[in-house]
């Protein structure tokens, strides 16, 4: 598996990470941000990976990220690639219950990335690597995070591995479960952006009848009910994280204008917006 491969290749060099940057969640995430409720460790691989973050004073900074950095974006903290430049990087996602990996590789000056390849596993919880990603998101609050970032990173990323070979036996069984796990991962990334069945299932390769036919067989819910409650649940965090309009919050959670975001959030909560900032 490339997957395995490309971590090895991380783990065997001499010294595996140069720089280590730490995301934060301090100021107000900027448009088209990443920012999801889970870990996510990203691995530069060749180039410069540029970014925006929060620095360890609190401060919005550009970054260049280059061949043998890593970034490390705790649970709810962002992060905004730039893309403009060449670069391939290496991202683990560890959520709830899948792990998800992506490789994309992107050129100077072109919209489209030239090689992106993606793969997921089912996961459970309750296992060492639940206390080697807490220990990180605690590190990344402390000033002094040298040498113990290097040594965290190192274990989580030998933890990545026995989790992939572990899974590898079972590749023929939980091939439909990986596929479907890997597609709530992409949701719950892009929940911000216009997403459509056709633009997923494109995505993956696949049909839309067959990404249909998938939601319903392995979440027992329609492919939009599951965008709607990601986009929903990311709304209430923003009412209560952050001081935004109710039309800021419609737009960074992927709704198309205020009212429509209005409805459907009183009718899947059972309150507006409004009174749901305002509870305790």
Not at 130 to 147: F, G, Q, V, Y
Request: include cysteine; glycine fraction near 4%.
């Amino acid at each position: 598996m490339i997957f395995d491969d490309l971590i090895s290749a991380v783990l065997n060099k001499e010294e595996p990470f140069h720089n280590i940057w730490f995301a934060g969640d301090f100021h107000i995430p900027p448009e088209f941000s990443y920012q999801v409720n889970f870990p996510r460790l990203e691995l530069v691989l060749d180039g410069e990976y540029i970014n925006e973050i929060e620095s360890h004073e609190r401060k919005v900074t550009h970054i260049i990220a280059k061949k043998g950095d890593a970034i490390f974006i705790p649970p709810n903290c962002w992060n905004k690639p730039d893309w403009d430049a060449d670069c391939s990087v290496l991202s683990i996602l560890f959520g709830r219950r899948q792990l998800g990996l992506s490789l994309v590789s992107k050129h100077k000056g072109e919209d489209n990335f030239y090689d992106i390849q993606k793969h997921s596993i089912q996961t459970r919880s309750g296992f060492a690597i639940d206390n080697i990603l807490e220990a990180l998101s605690s590190l990344a609050r402390e000033n002094t995070k040298k040498p113990i970032d290097k040594l965290l990173l190192q274990a989580l990323l030998q933890y990545t591995k026995t989790m992939l070979y572990s899974s590898s036996g079972h590749e023929s069984h939980s091939r439909v479960q990986d596929l479907y796990q890997g597609i709530c991962i992409y949701i719950q990334e892009n929940f911000h952006r216009p997403l459509t069945r056709d633009s997923i299932a494109s995505r993956f390769s696949i049909s839309s009848n067959h990404l249909s036919r998938l939601f319903r067989q392995q979440g027992h819910m329609t492919l939009a009910d599951y965008i709607t409650w990601v986009r929903v649940d990311r709304a209430k965090f923003m009412l209560k994280k952050y001081n935004f309009k109710l039309s800021d919050v419609s737009v960074r959670c992927g709704f198309k204008d205020v009212n429509y975001f209005c409805r459907v959030f009183k009718n899947r909560t059972g309150r507006t917006p409004t009174e749901y900032r305002g509870s305790n």
